[in-house]
Nanobody, 123 residues
Framework: VQLQASGGGLVQAGDSLRLSCAAS??????MGWFRQVPGKEREFVAA???????YYADSVKGRFTISRDNAKNTVYLQMNSLKPEDTAVYYC????????????????????WGQGTQVTVSS
């Protein structure tokens, strides 16, 4: 599985961005997003199962929406009401499971990763 993320950029606080991640190969698994700031640990953001079940980190709940288009093998992250603390490199990833119950929020057991896309939110 190869993942290609896009959609990052520089925005102001309160703005919106949509990240996309196109996957190739066997992708009928859980897909998700993580983010990382230099010098800090990777942080789970959101995950979605093939059937559409979703799980969010508390820090983004109500502001971010994860979705997927199975026909296009693409996962999206709609980010609204962005805050400066959302600034990070965002990575899409695939977890080789079919449901969210076994998803590892640390990222250590996710199987495939994209290259990352920078999101910068200015105050």
């Amino acid at each position: 599985v190869q993942l290609q993320a896009s959609g990052g950029g520089l925005v102001q606080a309160g703005d919106s961005l949509r990240l996309s991640c196109a996957a190739s190969g066997r992708t009928g698994y859980v897909m998700g997003w993580f983010r990382q700031v230099p010098g800090k640990e990777r942080e789970f953001v959101a995950a979605v199962s093939r059937g559409g079940s979703r799980y969010y980190a508390d820090s983004v709940k109500g502001r971010f929406t994860i979705s997927r288009d199975n026909a296009k093998n693409t996962v999206y992250l709609q980010m609204n009401s962005l805050k400066p603390e959302d600034t990070a490199v965002y990575y899409c990833a695939v977890h080789a499971s079919y449901g969210l119950a076994s998803v590892d929020l640390s990222g250590a057991r996710w199987d495939y990763w994209g290259q990352g896309t920078q999101v910068t939110v200015s105050s």
